[in-house]
């Protein structure tokens, strides 16, 4: 957990789960439009509590600390749905990404197709470069979102795991 390149994903053990998720966001502090900046959030899940281990700026954190302040009640559904309010928040992410994503494709195309420039060419293969990074980032959460919908353990109840199928449906679409 205290790794910032751990890898994403879900380890079962005798007390509690560990899950790893990771956040991503396009980079402020770069001239790349195309730049992607990731942070991975860990969050132990046990019978009575949930720790999450994160940086400092980590937005479904922060967000899901605002939301709880505003409906307090959130807290009263137990620790993994508090859980699936973080890990959704996460995945919620990657939306404005693949939006920005196609308005970077509809530039490019108009571009290609009216002036061809090798500026052009550059940013095709830029924006080959982002969409594989997602597709790098995103298989294994969607791994990790497999096992913790579809398996049973004892710390997530088959009612629970129906908010977190909505999260892994939400992780296809991406």
Do not use: W
């Amino acid at each position: 957990a205290a790794n910032p390149q751990a890898r994403v994903k879900l380890e079962e053990f005798d007390e509690y789960l560990l899950l790893i998720v990771r956040t991503i966001a396009f980079c402020e502090t770069t001239e790349d439009p195309y730049d992607l900046e990731t942070a991975n959030i860990a969050l132990f899940l046990g019978k009575n509590y949930l720790v999450t281990v994160h940086g400092a700026d980590t937005n479904p954190v922060d967000s899901t600390v605002e939301l709880m302040r505003r409906k307090p009640e959130i807290a009263a559904h137990g620790p993994a749905r508090l859980m699936h309010v973080i890990v959704d928040q996460a995945v919620d992410a990657y939306f404005p990404i693949i939006d920005k994503l196609d308005e970077f494709m509809d530039s490019l195309e108009e571009r290609i197709f009216s002036r061809f420039d090798q500026a052009a060419l550059r940013e095709v293969f830029a924006v080959k470069r982002l969409v594989l990074s997602l597709r790098r980032h995103l298989a294994p959460e969607r791994d990790a979102l497999s096992s913790l919908t579809n398996r049973p353990n004892s710390l997530m109840t088959p009612e629970n795991q129906i908010y977190y199928r909505d999260i892994y449906d939400h992780m296809l679409r991406i």
